[in-house]
Nanobody, 112 residues
Framework: QVHVVESGGGLVQPGGSLRLSCTAS?????ADWYRQAPGKQRELVAQTWSDGSTSSIVSLAGRFTASRSKDKNTLYLQMNSLKPEDTAVYYCKMYAPGGPAWGQGIQVTVSS
């Protein structure tokens, strides 16, 4: 089972930026970012594929961009122009040969 570690969250003011990272201990194929706001269901934020292609959900396109490292084992989420409604716990989900593995979740709080 691959292990996944997230980093990069924290408190940021509205309009600010953050970059989240998610590193797997072994080879992975596709990898996604999700988020879960208080009292809401977990939702898909962005997807990446083993060929390097990426996609963000329509409502976040232009502000959130997912990318992968050269070795494909680290996933990034660049978040710009952050809004209070982006406050959530962010999770990465990595698809390894042994099955999907979730990161531990990382808090992002957007507040003045």
């Amino acid at each position: 089972q691959v292990h996944v570690v997230e980093s990069g969250g924290g408190l940021v003011q509205p309009g600010g930026s953050l970059r989240l990272s998610c590193t797997a201990s072994g080879a992975i194929a596709n990898a996604d970012w999700y988020r879960q706001a208080p009292g809401k269901q977990r939702e898909l934020v962005a997807q990446t594929w083993s060929d390097g292609s990426t996609s963000s959900i329509v409502s976040l396109a232009g502000r959130f961009t997912a990318s992968r490292s050269k070795d494909k084992n680290t996933l990034y989420l660049q978040m710009n122009s952050l809004k209070p409604e982006d406050t959530a716990v962010y999770y990465c989900k990595m698809y390894a040969p042994g099955g999907p593995a979730w990161g531990q979740g990382i808090q992002v709080t957007v507040s003045s």
